[in-house]
């Protein structure tokens, strides 16, 4: 049962950074610099919002790469790596849902895609470097902020604002993804290039994480 709790609160979790995430560009567009700081910070506060309800049930991964880096730092099981992906990208799927539902009503997506990624004009190669830059910067510092206890209180905002300075950077260039749920969840009902593009959004947050944890392994401070 406490497992089933943990996956429901991932799948709420990245549903709401979906929805809220997406959301934003898709009412606001991404062409300018304000619209870009906006987008940025709604993604950022949508973690620290989710940080503070559901950190202490699942611990707000809702994240893929995020659960992969937990995994390879042994703070999560097999199992619950399996759980939390699937509960995250059902919950990423449902804000892509709810997202399409309110364009429907008839509201312009200023992204004209639901906020999904792209490639833009770096190719498939340099969107590849560029995420697993980004993922790489995004897992390290959450595996330092959560890694002590002390910085507990803080470790929500040290987050969320880590996701916002990555997203400032890479919206740019990529939309930011950063997160395989996030991507797969709005590109299965925009379509398109959006879609067939999707698997660059799964790899390279994966490969970013991976790298992140083990450096972080080798990095951090021996246990007194």
Same mark, same amino acid.
Not at 100 to 118: E, R, S
Not at 144 to 164: P, Q
Not at 199 to 210: N, R
């Given at each position: ?5 943990k ?10 950074l979906?929805?809220?995430?997406c $959301?934003s560009?898709?009412l ?11 987008v940025a ?7 620290v919002a ?8 699942s611990?707000?991964?809702?994240n893929?790469?995020?659960s992969?880096?937990?995994l390879?730092s ?8 399996? $759980?939390y992906v ?8 449902? $804000?892509?849902?709810?997202l399409?539902?309110i ?19 770096i190719g498939i190669g ?29 470790? $929500? ?6 996701l ?6 890479g ?6 993804s950063v997160?395989?749920?996030r991507?797969? #969840?709005?590109a299965?009902?925009? #379509?398109?290039?959006a879609l067939?593009h999707?698997?660059i959004?799964?790899?390279a947050?994966?490969?970013g ?15 007194k």
């Amino acid at each position: 049962m406490a497992n089933i709790k943990k996956y429901i609160a991932e799948l709420i979790g990245t549903m709401i950074l979906t929805f809220m995430g997406c $959301g934003s560009a898709v009412l606001l567009g991404c062409n300018d610099n304000g619209g870009r700081l906006a987008v940025a910070l709604t993604f950022g506060l949508s973690i620290v919002a989710t940080a503070y309800v559901i950190g202490n049930i699942s611990g707000c991964h809702i994240n893929p790469a995020v659960s992969l880096a937990m995994l390879i730092s042994k703070k999560i099981s097999v199992i619950d790596f399996v $759980g939390y992906v699937i509960s995250q990208i059902i919950g990423a799927i449902i $804000g892509g849902a709810l997202l399409k539902m309110i364009v429907a009503f008839g509201v312009t997506d200023q992204t004209g895609g639901l906020g999904t990624n792209g490639i833009g004009n770096i190719g498939i190669g340099g969107a590849l470097v560029v995420e697993i830059i980004l993922t790489f910067i995004f897992v390290f510092a959450i595996l330092g902020v959560t890694s002590d206890e002390s910085k507990g209180g803080v470790a $929500g905002i040290v987050i969320g604002l880590t996701l916002a300075f990555v997203h400032i950077v890479g919206i740019p260039l990529t939309g930011t993804s950063v997160n395989p749920a996030r991507s797969i #969840g709005p590109a299965l009902f925009a #379509g398109g290039d959006a879609l067939s593009h999707v698997w660059i959004f799964i790899l390279a947050p994966l490969v970013g994480a991976a790298i992140a944890a083990i450096v972080y392994k080798v990095l951090k401070p021996a246990k007194k």
